[in-house]
């Protein structure tokens, strides 16, 4: 099986654009696609980004995500920082035999 | 809308079994997976599984294979999970989700979360 690498945390102000990284250990990230959950404390998971870089209905465009062969990872990016995006993110692909979930970034807007 | 109400919390002590429920609604259930989602307390997400509700194919992740089993009932539209022998460490919320495609596509709508605590 292989791992999904994600920084455990990141922060950045309202209105600025962050980026986070979910890196694959094994096996390569443009051979599955690669899912975004956010989670609000206290809540269920929702889908912000699903393969690779679409959005569900009602998720605002300032979400996208995309990968990059080269460094074998993949990126969303938030732009616009409210407060309420404060939340932890998860990505999440998967191979023949598992979906693996990158271990999750916390997302502090501040 | 699509939505997915799921059973109420649940205290185990170790070495029973557990059954949530998720029933579905807004679409039609025969024509979606549904993926079984768990985190422990402070913890992230883990995949635990996924069931077709046309024909009921399960694949289970590997390391609850033999403890765990998916089933659905198409006639209420509703997708279980019973997970057998509990132990401490399956304290958790579990989660169901509905496959953004056909069954083995990653989920897109999730359910509220059932607590499932085990303890003496």
């Known amino acids: 099986n292989f791992m999904l690498t994600q920084p455990h945390s990141v922060s950045e102000s309202p209105g600025k654009t962050v980026t986070i990284s979910c890196t694959r250990s094994?096996?390569?990230?443009?051979?599955?696609?690669v899912q975004w959950y956010q989670q609000r404390p206290g809540s269920a998971p929702t889908t912000v980004i699903y393969?690779?870089?679409?959005?569900p209905s009602g998720v605002p465009d300032r979400f996208s995500g995309s990968i990059d062969s080269s460094s074998n990872s993949a990126s969303l990016t938030i732009s616009g920082l409210k407060t309420e995006d404060e939340a932890d993110y998860y990505c999440?692909?998967?191979?023949?035999?598992?979906?693996?979930f990158g271990g999750g970034t916390k997302l502090t807007v501040l | 809308q699509v939505q997915l109400v799921q059973s109420g919390a649940e205290v185990k002590e170790p070495g029973a079994s557990v059954k949530v429920s998720c029933k579905a609604s807004g679409y039609t259930f025969t024509s979606y997976g549904i993926s079984w989602v768990r985190q422990a307390p402070g913890q992230g997400l883990e995949w635990m599984g996924w069931?077709?509700?046309?024909?009921?194919?399960?694949k289970y992740a590997q390391k609850l294979q033999g403890r765990v089993t998916m089933t659905t009932d198409t006639s209420t539209s509703t997708a279980y999970m019973e997970l057998r022998r509990l132990r401490s460490d399956d304290t958790a919320v579990y989660y169901c989700?509905?496959?953004?495609?056909?069954?083995?596509?990653?989920?897109?709508?999730w359910g509220q979360g059932t607590l499932v605590t085990v303890s003496s």
């Open positions: 069931i077709s509700s046309y024909n009921g194919h399960t």
């Open positions: 094994s096996g390569s990230i443009a051979s599955n696609f």
């Open positions: 999440q692909s998967y191979d023949s035999n598992s979906v693996v």
């Open positions: 989700a509905r496959s953004i495609y056909g069954s083995g596509s990653p989920p897109l709508y």
């Open positions: 393969e690779d870089h679409q959005r």
